[in-house]
């Protein structure tokens, strides 16, 4: 793979990273207004939150390191830990875009 296509596969799973979680926090919350006030304690509550929990953990796997270890497996070891850094490092910046931007707003 080449390096253009390493940091565009990169930049767009960590794209898609940053809107999954931004709809994650948005439905988080209003879980209030969209389910009502919870006051009775139910299983559904934590039970929802678990299953949130471990659908995040599945999709944000699969955008980080689905794609460098099959590069891995395929012996392209360089690729590999090239596209992992890139995702990251794409992250990183899309984090502190965040952050400025809650400064600044």
């Known amino acids: 793979m080449q390096k253009k296509n390493l940091v565009l596969q990169s930049f767009l799973n960590a794209l898609l990273a940053v809107v999954y979680i931004s709809l994650v926090a948005l439905l988080m919350s209003n879980g209030e207004a969209l389910f009502g006030q919870g006051d009775d304690m139910t299983m559904v509550g934590p039970m929802m939150i678990l299953l949130i929990l471990v659908l995040s953990a599945s999709i944000m796997g699969s955008l980080f390191f689905a794609k460098p270890v099959m590069l891995y497996l ?6 590999a830990v090239r596209m992992l850094s890139f995702t990251i490092g794409w992250t990183f910046i899309f984090t502190v875009l965040a952050l400025v931007i809650n400064i600044v707003l």
Do not use: H, R, V
């Open 74 to 79: 395929d012996g392209k070891k360089k690729e």
